[in-house]
């Protein structure tokens, strides 16, 4: 059998993209909730407004209602015989500020709720920290991780978690897709890592390297706190894995592509050798970057390693010299080409299945550490039929090449792989565009980008297709 016995089959998702609630039982405003709805065929990208604005289209307000509805949808999970469910706690549930005194009572009860029905089902939670839901007022007030103060208040925050739900948890992530803001430090990107807000004539790429070196030294923190309270606490980094390839094997390509991967993937190196790489700190410096990393955070660095590397892969990029950066200042956003061997999906991303092989051997070459894919699926226009059914076969199809890969890694490269969760099992609202018709389930959420319908729940052709792959680990494709 390729896959190991106790291999983590499963899904993910993320709390801000499904709960909906977002000011239910004491929940304060998170920067997801400040963002209006994208939509892929107009080409209208999602604004962040001042505050909830009356008028201003929030999906992430209501999104599917999982908080309303985790019981028959973790059921559902459990019908397709679910191993691991991955989602994460809306901090603005426990501290619905962000720098309040004391949790909100009634956010640790929900999560409670939820990791029992989980493991009600045998169903193990891996649980991410942030997945974009900083709290608005730690943005509006501090700049976000700008602001070291914030790095104190996540510990504070992910310790009172890890007190909670010891025993219950025993998977988790620090901070969703770290490095994605790297790829393009745009206002996008910035608050939904960071919660910083740009303004006018701010340096983005500086600002954001000091909000992550602070996100970088939270993360740390978190990891020791996780494993002092618990040792059986399996803590990892959580990487946006988006393999950058050479155009051409003209040398010239070689080095862009090197630098292109340095500045997307300096996270991973921090966050498991326990440094500012060297490359890095030449950057900084090349650049006259102002960035602030103390003794004292060096020693949390080191100090504060993770366990496992989680990671998500939707696509590849491909990288081309070009004339913007003579000194291969590489900018992801405006230099990667179209790579002329992959098709793209809908929304323009490349659907490359052996760069899912490439990334788990990059990252085993390279960190020797265990590994899950944690998130790895197909965004698509879905049609429903009008008998309800949802003949999904290129979402199948999708998956079934990434999970050959992934076999392949494992019996042909011997990669150590201990778990896929699939993104997502159930439609929810995306997060680059905020669209609810941008769709990734097995099940079918009876809602679209307007906002129109039932929130009724169905299985598209994809959920029988599942379960028989987790049935048969990963045999019967
Ligand atoms: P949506 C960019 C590139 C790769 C993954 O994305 C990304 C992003 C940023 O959106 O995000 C992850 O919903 C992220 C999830 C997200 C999922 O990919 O834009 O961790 O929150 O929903 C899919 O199609």
């Given at each position: 059998m390729a896959f190991?016995?106790?291999?983590?089959?499963?899904?993910?998702?993320?709390?801000?993209?499904?709960?909906?609630a977002w000011n239910i039982d004491g929940k304060g405003p998170s920067i997801s909730d400040v963002?209006?709805?994208?939509?892929?065929?107009?080409?209208?990208?999602?604004?962040?407004?001042?505050?909830?604005?009356?008028?201003?289209?929030y999906p992430n307000h209501e999104a599917i209602d999982f908080y309303h509805h985790y019981k028959e949808d973790i059921a559902l999970m459990a019908e397709m015989g679910f191993k691991a469910f991955r989602t994460s706690i809306a901090w603005t549930r426990i501290y619905p500020n962000g720098d309040d005194a004391e949790p909100n009572e009634k956010g640790l009860q929900f999560?409670?709720?939820?990791?029992?029905?989980?493991?009600?089902?045998?169903i193990e939670p891996i649980v991410t920290l942030a997945h974009f839901e900083m709290p608005y007022h730690l943005a509006k007030k501090y700049n976000g991780f700008t602001d070291r103060r914030c790095i104190d208040f996540f510990a504070r925050y992910a310790e009172t978690v890890f007190k909670r739900y010891k025993g219950k948890v025993h998977y988790w992530m620090t901070f969703n897709e770290i490095n994605n803001q790297a790829a393009n430090p745009d206002a996008h990107n910035l608050i939904q890592e960071g919660g910083v807000l740009l303004k006018h004539g701010d340096n983005a790429e500086e600002m954001m390297y000091q909000s992550s070196i602070n996100e970088l030294v939270a993360s740390a923190k978190a990891v020791q706190i996780g494993h002092k309270i618990d040792k059986d606490n399996h803590i990892g980094c959580m990487i946006a894995m988006v393999p950058l390839y050479a155009a051409t094997c003209n040398p010239e390509d070689f080095i862009e592509m090197t630098s292109a991967n340095h500045k997307r993937y300096w996270y991973a190196d921090v966050q498991v050798k326990g440094y500012v790489p060297e490359y890095m700190e030449a950057y900084w410096k090349r650049m006259h970057f102002n960035v602030t990393v103390s003794e004292e955070d060096r020693k949390q660095l080191s100090a504060g390693t993770v366990d496992y590397i989680g990671f998500s892969y939707y696509m590849s990029n491909t990288v081309a010299k070009g004339d913007r950066n003579p000194d291969f200042n590489f900018y992801e956003g405006k230099q990667t080409v179209k790579n002329p061997y992959l098709k793209v999906s809908d929304w323009g991303w490349p659907i490359d299945p052996l760069g899912l092989r490439y990334s788990l051997n990059y990252f085993y070459d390279r960190y020797h550490l265990p590994?899950?894919?944690?998130?790895?699926?197909?965004?698509?226009?879905?049609?429903?039929?009008?008998?309800?059914?949802?003949?999904?076969?290129?979402?199948?199809?999708?998956?079934?090449?990434?999970?050959?890969?992934?076999?392949?890694?494992?019996?042909?490269d011997g990669v150590d792989l201990r778990g896929y969760t699939m993104w997502s099992p159930i439609d929810i609202v995306s997060a680059s565009t905020g669209e609810m018709d941008k769709r990734y389930g097995f099940i079918y959420v009876n809602k679209n980008n307007a906002g129109e319908g039932d929130l009724s729940r169905s299985k598209k052709k994809s959920f029988d297709w599942y379960k028989n792959v987790i049935a048969s680990n990963g045999e019967n494709l």
């Open positions: 190991r016995k106790d291999f983590l089959w499963g899904g993910a998702v993320a709390a801000h993209q499904l709960e909906g963002m209006t709805a994208g939509d892929n065929k107009t080409h209208s990208l999602r604004r962040i407004t001042d505050g909830v604005i009356n008028g201003e289209d999560y409670d709720d939820m990791f029992d029905t989980m493991h009600k089902y045998g590994m899950m894919v944690v998130e790895n699926g197909f965004g698509a226009y879905d049609k429903k039929e009008s008998d309800g059914s949802v003949d999904d076969s290129y979402r199948i199809d999708y998956l079934r090449e990434h999970i050959k890969a992934m076999r392949d890694a494992v019996t042909e």
